[in-house]
C-alpha cells in the first residue's frame, strides 16, 4: 500500500490533482488507516494512470468514467467523437490566433486577405490618411457586403500588382489635398479613366451601401469631388 503522495508521483500527477479525481468521482477514494493516512493500492495507481493518460489525451473529465467503462466498439466511437470535437477546437484556437496576430498588427477588423492590400498600400507610399481611409471602408464592406467585397477586394489587389495603377493611386491620394482648380486635376483624372477602361467591369454595388461606404472614408475632398465630374 502506497500514500498520495507516491501514488501522484508514480501516476506523474499532483497531490491536488488526485484529490480532484476523488471530488469528481473519477477516482475512488480509500478509508483511512489506523494512522488516520489514506492507503492506495497498485489498482488505485493504474486507474489513475489511465485518468491522466485519457486527460492528457483531451477527453473532458465528464467523459473519463464514460471510457473507463466502455467495451472496445463503445470505445472506438467515443474517442473519434471526443477527436472530432478536438478538431474543431483547435481550428477555433487557430482562428483566435489568427485575430491576436492581426490585433498585433493593428488589423483586427480586416481579413487576412484585406489586411494584407493594406499593407501594400503602405508598401508603395501611400499616405496614414489614405491607409486610414482604406482600412475603415473595408471593415465596413467586409461586413455589409461580403461577397461583392471579396469580388472587388481580390480585383483591387490585382490593380495593385501594376506599377501604372500605384502610380495614379499615389497621386490620387496625393490630390486629397489638391485646390479643386489645380491644373494638374484633368491630367489625372484622364489618365485614371484610361486605365480604368482596360479593367473587366465589375459587380455595381448598392447605391445604400456605396454611400455607406463613402461616409465611411470619414472625408470629403474639394479635388476628388472636382475629378469624379471631370
Do not use: C
Not at 11 to 16: C, L
Not at 49 to 65: H, N, S, Y
Not at 191 to 210: F, L
Amino acid at each position: 500500500m502506497i500514500t498520495i503522495g507516491q501514488l501522484a508521483r508514480y501516476a506523474g500527477v499532483t497531490i491536488k490533482a488526485v484529490r480532484h479525481y476523488h471530488k469528481v468521482g473519477l477516482l475512488e477514494e480509500p478509508a483511512r488507516d489506523h494512522s488516520g493516512y489514506r492507503r492506495y493500492s497498485a489498482q488505485d495507481a493504474i486507474d489513475l494512470v489511465k485518468i491522466r493518460t485519457l486527460a492528457e489525451a483531451g477527453v473532458p473529465l465528464a467523459r473519463v468514467e464514460e471510457l473507463l467503462k466502455a467495451g472496445e466498439e463503445e470505445f472506438a466511437t467515443s474517442i473519434t467523437e471526443i477527436d472530432e470535437a478536438l478538431r474543431r477546437r483547435q481550428e477555433e484556437i487557430e482562428r483566435a490566433r489568427e485575430r491576436v496576430v492581426r490585433l498585433r498588427q493593428g488589423e483586427l477588423f480586416l481579413t487576412a486577405e484585406a489586411a494584407a492590400m493594406v499593407e501594400k498600400l503602405r508598401k508603395i507610399g501611400v499616405s496614414e490618411r489614405g491607409i486610414t481611409m482604406e482600412r475603415e471602408v473595408w471593415v465596413l464592406m467586409q461586413a455589409v457586403a461580403p461577397e461583392e467585397a471579396a469580388v472587388w477586394l481580390a480585383d483591387k489587389a490585382e490593380s495593385l500588382e501594376d506599377p501604372g495603377f500605384q502610380q495614379i493611386y499615389r497621386e490620387y491620394d496625393e490630390a486629397f489635398g489638391w485646390s479643386p482648380d489645380d491644373p494638374r486635376l484633368p491630367a489625372l483624372a484622364k489618365r485614371a479613366a484610361a486605365w480604368m477602361s482596360t479593367r473587366k467591369e465589375m459587380p455595381s454595388a448598392d447605391p445604400e451601401i456605396a454611400a455607406l461606404a463613402m461616409e465611411a472614408a470619414g472625408a470629403s475632398s474639394p479635388a476628388w469631388n472636382r475629378m469624379a465630374r471631370l
